[in-house]
């Protein structure tokens, strides 16, 4: 199965403002895990809504969704 047969095999993302190639039916927790992200230590949004840790695995993502990871800020 390859893209050019089956053009809904991938989709594009916008990653933390660039393009990112990932296959249809992908989490936000796989795409954490794929680029070596540890869960507990980054915070999630897709689309400028935050994605709590426990709902990643049933995120999956969309064509043209926007992602973004980031440091939590902690302290008070």
Same mark, same amino acid.
């Given at each position: 199965?390859?893209?050019? =047969?089956?053009?809904?095999?991938?989709? =594009? %993302?916008? !990653?933390? #403002? $660039?393009?990112?190639?990932?296959?249809? *039916? =992908?989490?936000?927790?796989?795409?954490?895990? $794929?680029?070596?992200? $540890?869960?507990?230590?980054?915070? =999630?949004? +897709?689309?400028?809504?935050? +994605?709590?840790? #426990?709902?990643?695995?049933?995120? %999956? !993502?969309?064509? *043209?969704? %926007?992602?973004? &990871? &980031?440091?939590?800020?902690?302290? #008070?």
């Amino acid at each position: 199965m390859n893209a050019a =047969t089956h053009p809904e095999a991938s989709i =594009t %993302v916008q !990653l933390d #403002g $660039a393009p990112h190639q990932v296959a249809a *039916g =992908t989490t936000l927790s796989a795409l954490m895990q $794929a680029l070596g992200h $540890a869960s507990l230590a980054m915070g =999630t949004a +897709v689309n400028g809504d935050f +994605v709590p840790r #426990g709902q990643r695995d049933r995120c %999956v !993502l969309q064509s *043209g969704d %926007v992602v973004l &990871f &980031f440091q939590p800020i902690v302290g #008070g």
